[in-house]
């Protein structure tokens, strides 16, 4: 790899406002950092494309690379391969149904279909520009929200992340499509997964049948790709069809465009329900993708066209996806905790260049926050234009024949399982959920309320234990807090709206 | 090459026959009683996940529970469904009605319905399926025996020549993404690509940038 030798820099630093943007646009608009920045998008860019890489990786293997920059310079570098990853990892969700990360899966229940009926260039420029908006967007309400940052973020205890998560899973319920009985178990046999391995708060091994492997529980990242990825080229191999009908694929780009014009107020929605979910510690991307895309189908008077190719899913879900990068530097860097596993590696990067996240952060190195929400714009922006330059090109794969485009998938596949953890475990985990989702195909059953439940579930039952901890056992600490009553009674009234719309029907 | 191709058409014919025979057996099975199978196996996990679940602490215990014991009765209300779906399927509320409907529907769904795109007899389309996952699963062995790199080569050589007859087009291919993953993987990332099981067992030399195999 090329070494770049530079003298170390003092970390220019400030905790007034008008010097710390005076720092941070002369750090961007530095030639030199500009060009370090632009190679940074087009390596997250690729990172976020290739499945199992994703956001965390490219930022871990950044690091290294950044301790010969000063402080700014680096989370310059790693701020703007965060925010090209998300889009990234969007292509390959649309193109293939393999998303790059778990937080773009929401992206593939709308852009795959898309992409089968020929309309990929469509959705990858609706992907892009939504990305990019949802990315100003998020950065706007970081910047509106500063003063607040701390009850914002210390808003949301155990009690709250608790019915936040049961609020979530309670919209399998009504959110995917088919029969509710077979979302329901597909979504209980997501718990029952979630529950596998050390639970961190009682430290009981579960479910592992005395095997080291499951002591860690069952990987997220390599149960998507096959759920998703390896299932469909099953699928795919049996019609042996390409992606999308021949001769149907199309550019796209003004229909996309249009798209995303057309839909504003579902643009600005969805990056403020992505924002929110941002702020919440430990929710991460996947929570903010899926809720933003089940809260734009439920908004929705064509609800049902929602899985089938509806340009309102991935508009929402990609918009959600890059706001809560604004959002999630809130508790980053505000409090120190980190939002999502991306963060968690920035959190990292901040400390051993120095700088100390928490509230003394704003008072001492605000030009830290101002790098970072130009970093994210300006990456933002660059992946949506080489998204929109490629989108066209890009579509092109879905007319590749099926027995060309499988077996590169495949082996992509196994390899994106493998580099999570390098552990070969994860590859045949991943081939065997490949066939689990292939039967869930066949059989009708959401393979999306089984990720919805294995990313929430552990969210739910490790802040109930945490606030009956904190309650020395009194549940009443789940019912009194203003901001836990307004999320029961949201979760009521997502259970309670499919049964009243099943009694109106009848009757 | 023409000693090459007459010496694996007796073998792809009787990889065809074989996959042949297995598939007309299972399609001989009615789609209905391999839905059952599927929710049988699901019932039976669930089931051990929740009599494991009782050598636990209460708090360990708690959510196991009262999701798996729920998920048992979703799945025993669905086998109801499946057996009777026309007495039961008014007294849902509608909620069940969509279930009812699919599934009447999917007596006739492996024998009589054709795929849209392609006009492809159901047993033809279950073969195909089997052979892709049997080319997965081959595929996974391999990797766990030689490692990704050999796998890799065999599997995307081997796929695109069974499949499409074009030799040039399948090493091309394989040269191109056996070269990006070498490449971006090991030497960008320097990522320690399984190697294969039997890399310990034979006495042959490890490359030099191999790190210890996982556990």
């Not at chain 1, 997964?193 to 961190?200: I, K, S, V, Y």
């Amino acid at each position: 790899m090329i070494e770049l030798a530079m003298e170390p820099v003092f970390l220019q630093q400030t905790g007034n406002t008008m010097d710390a943007i005076s720092i941070a646009i002369d750090v961007i608009t530095d030639p030199f950092n500009f060009v370090l920045l632009v190679l940074a998008v087009v390596l997250g860019l690729i990172f976020g494309v290739l499945p199992g890489l994703g956001g965390p990786i490219a930022l871990a293997l950044l690091i290294p690379i950044t301790f010969q920059f000063d402080g700014n310079v680096a989370i310059m570098i790693l701020a703007g391969t965060l925010g090209a990853t998300a889009f990234g990892g969007s292509i390959t969700a649309i193109l293939l149904n393999t998303p790059g990360d778990a937080p773009n899966a929401a992206t593939l229940l709308d852009g795959y279909p898309m992409t089968r009926q020929g309309r990929a260039g469509e959705a990858l420029a609706a992907s892009a520009i939504s990305s990019a908006t949802g990315a100003l967007v998020g950065v706007t309400l970081l910047l509106i929200s500063l003063p607040f940052v701390r009850s914002i973020t210390l808003a949301f205890g155990s009690p709250e992340l608790f019915w936040l998560a049961i609020a979530g899973l309670a919209t399998v319920a009504i959110a995917t499509r088919g029969s509710v009985l077979s979302d329901l178990i597909a979504g209980a046999f997501g718990l029952m997964l979630a529950f596998h391995g050390l639970n961190p708060i009682t430290g009981t091994a579960r479910f592992t049948w005395d095997t080291v492997y499951l002591m860690n529980g069952i990987e997220l990242i390599p149960l998507i790709i096959g759920l998703f990825a390896i299932s469909e080229m099953i699928k795919l191999m049996g019609t042996k069809t390409t992606i999308s009908k021949p001769g149907e694929v199309t550019s796209g780009i003004q229909e996309g465009f249009g798209s995303v014009v057309e839909h504003w107020k579902l643009l600005v929605q969805s990056s403020s329900v992505g924002w929110v979910i941002g702020l919440i510690p430990g929710a991460g991307g996947t929570v903010a993708n899926f809720i933003a895309y089940i809260n734009a189908k439920q908004r929705s008077s064509d609800s049902q066209s929602f899985g089938t190719g509806n340009v309102k899913g991935v508009i929402a879900s990609e918009a959600a996806n890059d706001a809560k990068d604004g959002g999630s530097m809130i508790p980053t860097l505000g409090l120190g905790i980190p939002g999502s596993a991306s963060t968690a590696v920035l959190l990292g990067a901040l400390i051993i260049h120095g700088v100390t996240p928490g509230p003394l952060l704003f008072k001492e190195n605000l030009q830290i926050v101002f790098i970072v929400v130009f970093a994210l714009i300006i990456s933002n922006i660059l992946t949506s234009i080489i998204g929109l330059l490629t989108a066209s090109s890009l579509a092109k794969i879905s007319n590749v024949s099926t027995t060309t485009i499988a077996p590169l998938v495949v082996v992509i596949a196994l390899l994106g399982s493998f580099a999570i953890r390098h552990h070969i475990g994860d590859v045949f985990l991943a081939v065997g959920f490949g066939i689990i989702g292939f039967l869930m195909l066949k059989y009708d059953m959401s393979r999306v309320a089984v990720i919805i439940a294995l990313v929430l579930g552990p969210l739910a039952e490790q802040n109930f234990h945490r606030a009956l901890q904190i309650s020395h056992g009194e549940y009443s600490i789940l019912f009194m807090r203003p901001l836990s009553l307004v999320l029961i009674l949201i979760t009521v009234l997502i259970l309670a709206t499919p049964i009243y719309r099943s009694v109106r029907s009848v009757t | 090459m023409k000693a090459l191709k007459s010496r694996s058409i007796p073998l792809k014919n009787l990889v065809n026959k074989t996959v042949g025979v297995i598939a007309k057996y299972i399609i001989t099975v009615p789609s209905e009683h391999r839905k059952a199978a599927f929710f049988g196996v699901l019932f039976s996990y669930t089931g051990a996940l929740v009599l494991k679940s009782l050598e636990y602490s209460p708090d360990a215990r708690l959510f196991p529970l009262l999701v798996g014991i729920t998920l048992l009765g979703l799945i025993l209300l669905k086998f109801v469904l499946m057996v009777s779906p026309e007495k039961y399927s008014a007294g849902g509320g509608g909620l069940f009605d969509k279930a009812s409907a699919e599934i009447m529907s999917n007596e006739e769904d492996d024998i009589n319905q054709l795929d849209n795109q392609n006009s492809v007899s159901p047993e033809i389309r279950l073969q195909r399926e089997f052979k892709m996952t049997m080319w997965i699963i081959g595929t996974l062995l391999l990797t766990w025996l030689i490692g990704f790199l050999n796998a890799s080569v065999i599997f995307i050589f081997s796929f695109i020549y069974v499949h499409e007859g074009k030799i040039v087009k399948a090493g091309g291919l394989t040269v191109i993404l056996v070269g990006f993953i070498y490449f971006f993987f090991i030497e960008v990332l320097s990522i320690p690509l399984w190697e294969g099981i039997l890399l310990s067992i034979l006495p042959i030399a490890k490359p030099a940038n191999s790190g210890d195999i996982d556990d």
